[in-house]
């Protein structure tokens, strides 16, 4: 069993809907969580960055935690065609530094 | 201000040669790591570079190794290519015990 669990999607939506993304984690060390939007053969760009649980806006993205259920999510409001890519979590021990553990990746894709 | 820039961006090398992968950092950051993505699939770690020493190591053979330079930029080196080896190569930067991670856009590597 991989220690961060993702579902491959594709997760497709029309314009304008709410979208929520998932992870679910088995390592209780994990502190540090991350989602990242990943376009076609680009590099990952991060979009949300949070500390342990709680909630976290930023514009359309809203990030939750919750460490007691091992249990993240990403919500985008409103979503675009241009929200169109694979969103990879990712998370990192209170220990480690900042080596990451991603998950496999949502693929998700928003019709016009 | 450049972000994470790496080169080269595509690289085709035939089984049993060698590689070497550049990444710079983004300014003021003092830490790098190398990441390997399959297709498909999310990123797994190969190794992190803090004030030139190797920090930590993923689950990679002695095939890959790295060097982190004065001006904290990086180098991966893989040896003796594989069909398997064929990924794309991400650089991360970041402040040391820092979460936060920025990533370039990564060297397509094939290996025929």
């Known amino acids: 069993q991989k220690e961060v669990e993702q579902d491959p999607g594709p997760l497709s939506v029309p314009e304008g809907a709410i979208v929520s993304l998932n992870c679910t984690y088995s390592?209780?060390?994990?502190?540090?969580f991350m989602w990242y939007r990943q376009y076609s053969r680009k590099g990952p760009e991060l979009l949300m960055y949070?500390?342990?649980?709680g909630n976290k806006e930023d514009g359309r993205f809203t990030a939750q935690v919750d460490k007691s259920s091992k249990y993240i999510s990403l919500f985008i409001r409103d979503s675009q065609p241009s929200d169109s890519a694979t969103y990879l979590c990712?998370?990192?021990?209170?220990?480690?530094?900042?080596?990451?553990?991603f998950g496999g990746g949502t693929r998700l894709m928003v019709k016009p | 201000d450049a972000g994470v820039t790496q080169s080269p961006t595509h690289l085709i090398k035939t089984r049993g040669q060698q590689v070497t992968l550049r990444c710079s950092p983004k300014?003021?950051?003092?830490?790098v790591s190398w990441y390997q993505q399959a297709l498909g699939q999310g990123p797994q770690f190969i190794f992190q570079?803090?004030?030139?020493?190797?920090?930590q190591r993923g689950n990679f053979p002695d095939r890959f190794s790295g060097h982190q330079f004065p001006n904290y930029s990086s180098e991966l080196n893989v040896n003796a290519l594989l069909l398997g080896d064929s990924a794309l190569y991400l650089c991360?930067?970041?402040?040391?015990?820092?979460?936060?991670?920025?990533f370039g856009q990564g060297t397509r590597l094939t290996v025929v």
């Open positions: 991360a930067s970041s402040l040391a015990r820092i979460a936060e991670a920025f």
């Open positions: 949070t500390y342990s649980s």
């Open positions: 300014s003021g950051h003092d830490t």
């Open positions: 990712a998370m990192t021990h209170n220990n480690a530094g900042n080596m990451l553990t």
């Open positions: 390592n209780s060390a994990f502190q540090y």
């Open positions: 570079y803090y004030e030139e020493e190797e920090r």
